[in-house]
């Protein structure tokens, strides 16, 4: 006897539809599943066996094989464990007189004792089904209910075990639908640093203002202990609130990740994050056997920090460049090629060189000339001309901490940024852009106007600093935000010569 089940297939962040077809027939007990499964998808044929018998129901002693169409793709994890037990009831004639509807899909990983386990990737999976099949129904883990039900075309049920999707399926039994949270109201951004708390460094917060005001890239190079890391992590605190597109996307990476908690729904925070220097590759960009997202996209709409950037291995720096310009990552394995969003803000810190005192008025240096051109040199140019902001954080004489005032918070810094930031989503929406650091060159032409002044100094500048075309366009960028933090319409002289410090003198 046969039985179709529907179950999902994710492929990087999009989900396909999956046919599992169990067919039972007379032969030497064998259970064959085909399809292209990895092993932990083979696997599943020890938990199906087991949560079955415990959860009371017979598991046919026969020949049992189970198709995952389409056989051409890969099939991955756990997922499959609920479809397949349900196919296996309905072939072995358990179902009673249920019925098994097209527009119904499963997913799940089954215990051995039959209940229902969360899986990963189920909102992008629910995403794909909302857009394919509207109006579908998705069973699914109760601790996977809350990111699924995100998707607001489908109807997201939540099941504890395998006896209540059979009773379901029977008609016997109602599984208890879950609605999409209707308070979606964002917290304020969350930064684990206020800017207050934070001595001196006048300069180093009006780069960080920029930076979160613009969407620019920032680059910290300072001795050690001048607060080059508590200065990165306060610019969460700064970057405006999350949209609720900007929300589900995060989400949706995550889940797909396997990072989003049991339970959880909405992520509404901008991530921030920090991996260290020794990271892969493969964990900086995203890839493996199984291509699953890298910090760079994990790091999408928030803030990417690499403490040390120097120490980090030259392949992993020299791949964030086109991340850096593309704003995503193309993953491409010889079975298939997936694509994941990569639109961070980085954040780079830097000693000025091996020793960290190069210039310190109070600790000598102790590298040679030498020895610090080879540090520097672990940052290519081309890496540096992605970086729009490059500021010194120098040591503070004890006066100056004594004497310290409490500065500007958080809080109201993101005043103006959030200012800032929706006059240029009102000037690109044309576009579809949402910040100043996203602009491409007609953008810029467009929207990166000059008084004559500006333009002379800026025509001086590119001569004597040998800007590249890159290089030229971000100093342009970096100026329209200053205008905007200003709430001019024009690039003035003095705005654009503020830009122009940032440009790197590495």
């Known amino acids: 006897m046969l039985a179709i089940v529907h179950s999902v297939v994710l492929i990087g962040l999009e989900g396909q539809q999956v046919r599992v077809e169990v067919d039972i027939s007379n032969g030497l007990p064998v259970f064959t599943i085909v399809g292209l499964p990895d092993v932990s998808v083979k696997e599943a044929r020890e938990r199906v066996r087991a949560a079955i018998k415990n959860s009371g129901f017979?598991?046919?002693?026969?020949?049992?094989?189970?198709?995952?169409?389409?056989?051409?793709v890969k099939k991955e994890g756990p997922i499959y464990d609920l479809p397949i037990a349900i196919g296996v009831l309905a072939a072995s004639g358990q179902l009673e007189g249920g019925y098994l509807p097209k527009d119904?899909?499963?997913?799940?990983?089954?215990?051995?004792?039959?209940?229902?386990?969360?899986?990963?990737?189920?909102?992008?999976?629910?995403?794909?089904?909302?857009?394919?099949?509207?109006?579908?129904?998705?069973?699914?883990?109760?601790?996977?209910?809350?990111?699924?039900?995100?998707?607001?075309?489908?109807?997201?049920?939540?099941?504890?075990?395998?006896?209540q999707v059979l009773a379901f399926l029977?008609?016997?039994?109602?599984?208890?639908?879950?609605?999409?949270?209707?308070?979606?109201?964002?917290?304020?951004?969350?930064g684990s640093?206020?800017?207050?708390?934070?001595?001196?460094?006048?300069?180093?917060?009006?780069?960080?203002?920029?930076?979160?005001?613009?969407?620019?890239n920032i680059l910290l190079i300072g001795p050690p202990g001048t607060?080059?890391?508590?200065?990165?992590?306060?610019?969460?605190?700064?970057?405006?609130?999350?949209?609720?597109?900007?929300?589900?996307?995060?989400?949706?990476?995550?889940?797909?990740?396997?990072?989003?908690?049991?339970?959880?729904?909405l992520i509404r925070e901008r991530p921030f994050r920090s991996p260290h220097h020794t990271a892969s590759l493969v964990s900086i960009v995203g890839g493996g056997r199984a291509p699953r997202p890298g910090?760079?996209?994990?790091?999408?709409?928030?803030?990417?920090?690499?403490?040390?950037?120097?120490?980090?291995?030259?392949?992993?720096?020299?791949?964030?460049?086109?991340?850096?310009?593309?704003?995503?990552?193309?993953?491409?394995?010889?079975?298939?090629?997936?694509?994941?969003?990569?639109?961070?803000?980085?954040?780079?810190s830097m000693n000025p060189c091996p020793c960290g005192f190069l210039g310190d008025p109070v600790r000598m240096c102790q590298c040679t000339p030498y020895q610090v051109a080879q540090y520097r040199k672990r940052l290519s140019g081309p890496l540096l001309d992605r970086i729009d902001l490059v500021v010194e954080v120098p040591r503070l004489e004890y006066r100056n901490i004594e004497r310290a005032e409490l500065g500007e918070t958080s809080s109201q810094v993101r005043i103006r940024v959030e200012r800032a930031r929706k006059k240029q989503r009102e000037r690109l929406a044309e576009d579809r852009l949402q910040c100043n650091a996203e602009m491409q060159g007609p953008q810029v032409k467009k929207y990166c106007q000059l008084s004559s002044s500006a333009r002379v100094l800026l025509q001086n500048a590119f001569t004597r600093l040998a800007l590249s075309l890159r290089a030229h366009d971000r100093v342009l960028k970096v100026a329209r935000t200053i205008a905007d933090l200003e709430g001019v319409k024009?690039?003035?002289?003095?705005?654009?010569?503020?830009?122009?410090q940032y440009r790197s003198t590495l």
């Open 170 to 190: 029977k008609g016997q039994e109602e599984l208890p639908r879950v609605l999409p949270e209707e308070e979606l109201n964002f917290s304020e951004p969350w």
């Open 227 to 265: 607060g080059k890391t508590m200065l990165a992590r306060s610019l969460p605190g700064l970057l405006p609130s999350l949209t609720y597109e900007e929300a589900l996307e995060i989400t949706k990476i995550y889940s797909a990740a396997g990072l989003l908690p049991a339970g959880q729904g």
């Open 104 to 163: 119904l899909f499963l997913v799940g990983e089954l215990s051995l004792e039959g209940s229902l386990r969360p899986v990963p990737g189920v909102l992008p999976m629910a995403l794909a089904l909302q857009e394919l099949y509207p109006g579908s129904t998705l069973v699914v883990p109760e601790g996977n209910a809350q990111a699924a039900a995100l998707a607001k075309g489908i109807h997201v049920l939540a099941a504890n075990n395998l006896s």
């Open 58 to 72: 017979e598991f046919p002693l026969r020949r049992i094989t189970v198709n995952l169409a389409p056989a051409d």
């Open 295 to 348: 910090e760079v996209s994990l790091a999408s709409y928030g803030v990417l920090f690499l403490d040390e950037i120097p120490e980090f291995r030259r392949e992993v720096l020299e791949a964030l460049r086109q991340p850096l310009e593309d704003r995503v990552i193309t993953v491409a394995r010889a079975t298939a090629a997936v694509t994941y969003p990569a639109n961070f803000l980085l954040v780079g």
């Open 193 to 216: 640093v206020d800017l207050a708390d934070i001595r001196g460094q006048d300069q180093a917060k009006r780069a960080l203002e920029i930076a979160a005001a613009g969407g620019h």
């Open 490 to 500: 024009n690039i003035e002289e003095h705005h654009l010569a503020e830009a122009l």
